[in-house]
């Protein structure tokens, strides 16, 4: 079992570029497919970028492409999202997510943060 966190959320203006970490304790983080989820108030959750292992498949929702990156650091267990010309309607919490397998588009992960707030005023 593996327990993400997630930290880097904020208040920005619109334009602006942010960046959410996403660790967790076991080593084997670094092997799982891990995946950023997003949901707004009154709006249903939707994943907008995952990422596998090895060669690491990368997987964007049509709504970030071009403005949301994907990475992951090995050494340091630790996805990232980095998030640029933000908009307000990327106002949401953020979640981070990994389980063993990775899909395109993302399918069920059963290991989930508590999220971080993102929020973009115009």
């Known amino acids: 079992q593996v327990q993400p966190v997630e930290s880097g959320g904020g208040l920005v203006q619109a334009g602006a570029s942010l960046t959410l970490s996403c660790t967790a304790s076991?080593?084997?983080?670094?092997?799982?497919?891990t995946a950023w989820a997003r949901q707004a108030p009154g709006r249903e959750r939707e994943f907008v970028a995952a990422?596998?292992?090895?060669?690491?498949?990368?997987y964007y929702a049509d709504s970030v492409k071009g403005r949301f990156t994907i990475s992951r650091d090995t050494d340091k267990n630790t996805v990232y999202l980095h998030m640029s010309a933000l908009k307000s309607e990327d106002t949401a919490l953020y979640y981070c997510?990994?389980?063993?397998?990775?899909?395109?588009?993302?399918?069920?992960?059963?290991?989930w943060g508590r999220g971080t707030q993102v929020t973009v005023s115009s």
């Open positions: 997510a990994a389980d063993q397998i990775f899909t395109n588009p993302p399918g069920e992960y059963n290991y």
């Open positions: 076991r080593r084997t983080f670094s092997s799982y497919a």
């Open positions: 990422i596998g292992w090895g060669p690491a498949p990368i």
